[in-house]
């Protein structure tokens, strides 16, 4: 199928803003071009990608799966002609890293910034991966390390674990949901509710972690839907499909769209950087940043 670079990044921006105003903004666009890319992509697919209404827009069962094909997309484009522009300007060294899209914000920017800084001739590379796919990569030399959110299950005698970061988890709402206008939450009030959730495949260790700290609140999740991605959780929230429990960072990713609920006694996730027992010079420089 022939989709424009175009027409998929105007698709991305609505997709995880839920507004054609806000995605029109990002994109420094007006509107009717955007929705005109939007309905040129529903046209080539053959399925309508949202529903919308004056006031509300959600993704359909179709949109959402194609959101979840295609979300890795555009970071991957950007960092190929980055790639391309780094060998020019003959910048070889190389540091290859993953990370959830949970973990990505703005003090962690700022620790990649501090390291260019440091390194400037060293190249970056970023790789948005599952924990489970980071691991595997790691223990094959493909990644020099990964920012993989909890310690995982199991033992790796190959690699270390350094914390880096804490943070609570939140209820995450559809909006009009009756316990949205609650400023604070316990857990057991969503004993009742249908949840969607980060898959145990790949991530195990945090799938575990809401699972606990469920069953230490008194009941066990309801688990409709999983998705292998934080934030297609937190799209899918948006989207009217469950609750769910997830960091509070992932705010960002919904705006207006969802209602984060800060819950009483919230667990707090403990973020680890996982990296290789043998390790070069680049990725030493890297954790002295980084701690």
Known sequence: MDYSLRELECFIAVAEALSFTRAAQRLHLSQP?????????????????????RRTVALTPAG????????HLLPQLVRAGESARRAVRGETARLRLGFVSAVLNAELVERFR???MARPATQIMLHDASPAEQLAAMEGGALDGGFIG???PGHHLRLR????????????????HPLASRKRLDLVEL?????????????PAFAAFVRDACRAAGFAPRILLESPRAQAVAVMVAAGCGVALLPR???RTVEDAAVVVPLRDAPVVTHVFAYPVKRNDTLETFLKVLQ
């Open 64 to 71: 959402a799966l194609f959101y979840e094909e295609t979300r």
């Open 161 to 176: 674990f350094l914390p880096w970061r804490h943070e609570p988890l939140d209820a995450y709402l559809p909006t009009g």
């Open 150 to 152: 909890l310690i995982p």
């Open 33 to 53: 071009p955007l929705s005109r890319h939007i309905r040129a992509l529903e046209e080539k697919i053959g399925a309508r990608l949202f529903d919308r209404d």
């Open 249 to 251: 960072s992932l705010s």
């Open 114 to 116: 501090s390291f260019r």
């Open 191 to 203: 004993r009742e509710e249908p949840f969607v959730a980060v898959s145990g495949e790949s991530a």
